[in-house]
């Protein structure tokens, strides 16, 4: 079992930045993929960002390349998601997951067996 635990949402103005982190605690011994999933409303969840903590390989949804940064500290067991240059269009409820399934798209949230709680993020025009 794997818990994860997310902090540092809130609100920002369009072009501000915020960090998310998510501290992982359980079985974690393994490599496993971490993600930002985010749902807004009236959408679906998508993929934000993607890391693989063995590789450090990363991937991102296209909205937000250039503009958002995932990493992962192994002594801490924590990702974190850097995001700069909001747009109102950012704002959704942002999950940290987990899955140590390698098989499979990184950006399939189906795929997932752990989630966080999820963390707000309003971003303002």
């Known amino acids: 079992q794997v818990r994860l635990v997310e902090s540092g949402g809130g609100s920002v103005q369009a072009g501000g930045s915020l960090m998310l982190s998510c501290a992982a605690s359980?079985?974690?011994?393994?490599?496993?993929?971490m993600a930002w999933f985010r749902r807004a409303p009236r959408k679906k969840r998508e993929a934000v960002a993607v890391?693989?903590?063995?590789?450090?390989?990363?991937y991102y949804a296209d909205s937000v390349k250039g503009r958002f940064t995932i990493s992962h500290d192994n002594v801490k067991n924590t990702v974190y998601l850097q995001m700069t240059s909001l747009k109102p269009e950012d704002t959704a409820m942002y999950y940290c997951?987990?899955?140590?399934?390698?098989?499979?798209?990184?950006?399939?949230?189906?795929?997932?067996?752990?989630w966080g709680q999820g963390t707000q993020v309003t971003v303002s025009s």
């Open positions: 997951a987990a899955r140590t399934v390698v098989i499979g798209s990184p950006l399939d949230g189906g795929l997932y067996n752990y």
């Open positions: 359980g079985s974690t011994s393994r490599d496993y993929y």
């Open positions: 890391i693989y903590t063995g590789s450090r390989k990363t």
